[in-house]
């Protein structure tokens, strides 16, 4: 599956403005809804189990080297069989999507696991880079991700929305798909319909995707591309995008930053949003006086980390390399589970495939294609230790 969504500018290195919020400020903000989370508990239960495919990549390999004789070797591909990893859907088709869906759901039910689910089909996928695809307009895409949601009817599952779908949206310079008065409107849009269509689900627990801790920065802010260009920063991402109306925001995907980092991070865009959303702010505090803002998990949006990968933390990369696309080095991160302890964090989960390309670098084949070596590497490597 073509799944290798980036996280890639960990090196942005952008100010957020430093501003006296006051916390019962009543105006602005109004252009949001004040809804937070969707119908439904508004987090993961504790004690969920996930999905775990029986017959993944990794079972496939554990069973090959197995009889190969390399025992040690297919032990630990056998031990990250039993990983719970999320399903991609990435390729066209709304009745064939629809079927996939459906079949996963089912088989999940089957064995009263709870599915994860990755939506990878938004328009200008990637902005054309090493996961290019997606739909061919906007119509294809609202058939399709209602075919997806058809699948998934009243069942469990857990769904993270289109990886790099806002997080990427207008922040690079190299991304020049479309004229943007086109484009972002039309992504937003189709985000939005993702959202509202996925929430008619009883059981489905909906996360849009928001980047990773390195990258965007929590308010909006200049590009500084040669001439002034406004950005929006991942708060007014995510509201524009409809996370007031689903149960969260994802970090992480197919990314290797540390736990903590995330858990930072992802607080304070909670916090900042509820800021936005309930009190009327129209900035984002300092990150200490957001550090120091108390946790109203009641009231407060959750989110979910990726951890697939991030048990080493992220790579600092040499000359000509960089630190998000088959990193060297890297392990497996925190099982996947919905008792994290952590106030906000309703789950980690393993949304990256481990074992599946970034992209043809590194050594590496194309984006989401299996790569034994990199699977066996993240496997020896895992922290906490695999076996």
């Known amino acids: 599956m073509d799944n290798g969504a980036r996280r890639r500018r960990a090196g942005l290195v952008l100010g957020i403005a430093l501003v006296s919020a006051l916390i019962g400020a009543s105006s602005?903000?109004?252009?949001?809804?004040?809804?937070?989370?969707?119908?439904?508990p508004p987090h993961l239960p504790?004690?969920?189990?996930?999905?775990?495919?029986?017959?993944?990549?990794?079972a496939r390999q554990a069973a090959q080297w197995r009889a190969e004789g390399r025992e040690a070797d297919a032990a630990l591909m056998q031990a990250l069989a039993a990983q719970p990893t999320a399903i991609w859907f990435t390729t066209a088709g709304a009745e064939q999507v629809r079927r996939a869906v459906r079949d996963?759901?089912?088989?999940?039910?089957?064995?009263?696991?709870?599915?994860?689910?990755?939506?990878?089909?938004?328009?200008?996928?990637?902005?054309?880079q090493w996961s290019a695809g997606g739909a061919r307009s906007e119509q294809e895409y609202k058939e399709w991700i209602e075919a997806f949601a058809a699948g998934i009817g009243d069942e469990k599952a857990v769904v993270v929305v289109e990886p790099d779908g806002l997080a990427l949206l207008t922040s690079e310079p190299w991304c020049t798909?479309?004229?943007?008065?086109?484009?972002?409107?039309?992504?937003?849009?189709?985000?939005?319909?993702?959202?509202?269509?996925?929430?008619?689900?009883?059981?489905?627990?909906?996360?849009?995707?928001?980047?990773?801790?390195?990258?965007q920065p929590l308010d909006d802010y200049d590009a500084g591309y040669g001439e002034p260009r406004q950005q929006l920063g991942i708060v007014n991402r995510l509201l524009k995008g409809g996370v007031t109306r689903a149960d969260g925001f994802a970090l992480n995907t197919s990314n290797y930053r540390f736990t903590e980092d995330l858990v930072r991070y992802g607080t304070r865009v909670s916090k900042c949003l509820y800021l936005r959303t309930q009190e009327g702010v129209t900035t984002c505090p300092s990150d200490e006086e957001l550090d120091a803002m108390p946790v109203r998990k009641s009231k407060m949006t959750h989110f979910v980390l990726d951890t697939s990968r991030?048990?080493?933390?992220?790579?600092?990369?040499?000359?000509?390399?960089?630190?998000?696309?088959?990193?060297?080095?890297?392990?497996?991160?925190?099982?996947?589970?919905?008792?994290?302890?952590?106030?906000?964090?309703?789950?980690?989960?393993?949304?990256?495939?481990?074992?599946?390309?970034?992209?043809?670098?590194?050594?590496?084949?194309?984006?989401?294609?299996?790569?034994?070596?990199?699977?066996?590497?993240?496997?020896?490597?895992?922290?906490?230790?695999?076996?």
Not at 109 to 128: E, I, N
Not at 198 to 215: E, P
């Open 28 to 40: 602005a903000g109004a252009e949001v809804g004040t809804r937070m989370g969707a119908s439904g």
């Open 46 to 58: 504790k004690g969920t189990s996930f999905y775990v495919e029986p017959d993944g990549n990794a």
């Open 104 to 128: 996963v759901v089912r088989a999940a039910r089957a064995k009263d696991q709870v599915p994860v689910l990755v939506a990878y089909f938004v328009p200008y996928r990637d902005c054309s």
């Open 177 to 215: 798909i479309g004229p943007d008065e086109e484009l972002v409107p039309q992504r937003f849009r189709e985000i939005n319909h993702a959202v509202d269509v996925l929430k008619r689900g009883k059981h489905t627990r909906v996360y849009l995707d928001a980047g990773h801790s390195a990258w």
């Open 310 to 387: 991030n048990g080493r933390g992220h790579y600092t990369p040499g000359e000509g390399e960089t630190d998000w696309c088959n990193p060297p080095g890297r392990g497996l991160g925190e099982r996947p589970t919905a008792n994290t302890g952590i106030p906000l964090v309703d789950a980690f989960l393993w949304i990256k495939r481990p074992g599946e390309s970034d992209g043809e670098c590194q050594g590496g084949p194309a984006a989401g294609r299996w790569w034994p070596e990199q699977a066996l590497e993240l496997a020896k490597l895992a922290s906490p230790p695999l076996r």
